[in-house]
């Protein structure tokens, strides 16, 4: 596991994580550099997450290249708007106080991406000297992050969706979620904030707070829609369920184009979130109080026939795979994280 700590204002959080990550600045870039930069995404991130853009020119320094590179980096995930880009999954739930190990809410969540990302992959944890500190899962050169926790014990993730609607705003989800780390102690405000900020593309975040709000927020680049738990349990993949998104999403017919890696062409776009979804929802049929084990085992589940494939919950693909997997714990402002399948992979804890 790759822990990465920062302190102190933006630009030397950013500066601390470009020279602890440089090692694999050459992945990064393979991995992650756009051609391109999006026409007023600067000031768009200056604007409306100006610390994100302090941090990414602290990472550039840190790592000895120009912020433009970092920039590209740090945009790229705009690319997942066309279907021959998209590039991850992901599977979550969440656990109220009746259900979780410590009475206090609970995210647990496989990160699925292609081979190669986990080399970049990071624990990074946050204290600036103005905001809350966090941990934070993310990769190296990226000043925003795939979700965490903070210390007021508010939890977010981040989930990839597919809507067909298109964006007019280059801004990425990941500036978003770091920024609801670093600003918001509630699930309430942490939703208005993101529900009414600009998006460059689609997303399900499941948001949780110590006091016990659960929400399952589903975006696109110009709508969104909130889903509560009925009872104590509320999971997602990669599609929408609010009636407004749904109408909005990626055909259950749409499949991957040539443009593909060779692995994804012809399959269909949404075969695997249905699947992953199809078994949470088996899973979760009759919900129980579950402790640490019991997470991982849904963490690590293979489906009925418990053979590990691109459709499991715990993901073993040609092109994705789950890497890391993690439980978020609002009480304790703290994680367990495996790098690497969930199935056979030790957990960690990490904590503030």
């Known amino acids: ?38 026409r007023g995404v600067e000031d768009l ?47 979550t739930f969440a656990l109220k106080g009746g259900l979780s190990p410590d009475k206090s809410p609970v995210i647990a969540q496989n990160f699925d991406f292609p081979e190669g990302f986990s080399e970049l992959s990071i624990t990074r944890i946050s204290r600036p000297e103005k905001g809350l ?8 050169p990226l000043s925003g992050s795939y979700g965490g926790v903070n210390e007021k014990g508010l939890a977010v993730t981040y989930n990839r969706g597919y809507a067909i609607d298109k964006p007019s705003s280059p801004m990425p989800i990941t500036m978003l979620v770091q920024e609801l780390l670093e600003r918001f102690e509630t699930t309430e405000d942490a939703i208005n904030f993101v529900a009414n900020a600009p998006r460059g593309l689609s997303a399900l975040l499941m948001i949780a707070d110590r006091e016990g709000d659960v929400a399952a927020i589903e975006l696109s680049p110009h709508y969104s829609g909130v889903r509560r738990p009925d009872g104590d349990v509320i999971y997602q993949t990669n599609h929408y369920h609010t009636p407004q998104m749904a109408a909005i999403d990626m055909p259950r017919k749409a499949y991957y184009s040539d443009k593909m890696p060779e692995a994804l062409r012809g399959e ?13 929802t088996d899973l ?18 293979h489906g009925k026939e418990r053979t590990p494939s691109d459709n499991t919950i715990c993901r073993h693909g040609s092109f994705y795979s789950t890497s890391p997997s993690v439980i978020i714990y609002t009480g304790l402002a703290g994680i367990e994280i495996a790098w690497g399948h969930p199935c056979e992979s030790e957990f960690v804890n990490v904590a503030l």
């Open 45 to 91: 991130i200056a604007e409306y997450c100006p610390k994100q853009l302090v941090r990414m020119l602290g990472i550039a320094r840190g790592v000895g290249v120009e912020l433009d590179e970092v920039l590209a980096m740090g945009v790229s995930e705009i690319r997942a708007t066309r279907v021959e880009y998209y590039f991850g999954a992901c599977s």
């Open 1 to 38: 596991m790759k822990l990465v700590e920062t302190s102190g204002s933006a630009l030397d959080m950013g500066r601390a994580q470009g020279a602890l990550t440089i090692e694999n600045w050459a992945k990064s870039v393979e991995l992650l550099k756009s051609s391109k930069l999006p």
């Open 133 to 140: 500190s966090s941990i934070d899962i993310t990769l190296g």
């Open 268 to 280: 269909r776009v949404r075969e695997s979130t249905d699947e992953r979804y199809e078994r949470l």
């Open 284 to 301: 979760f049929k009759d919900p129980q109080p579950m402790n640490s084990s019991d997470i991982k085992k849904v963490l690590g589940d």
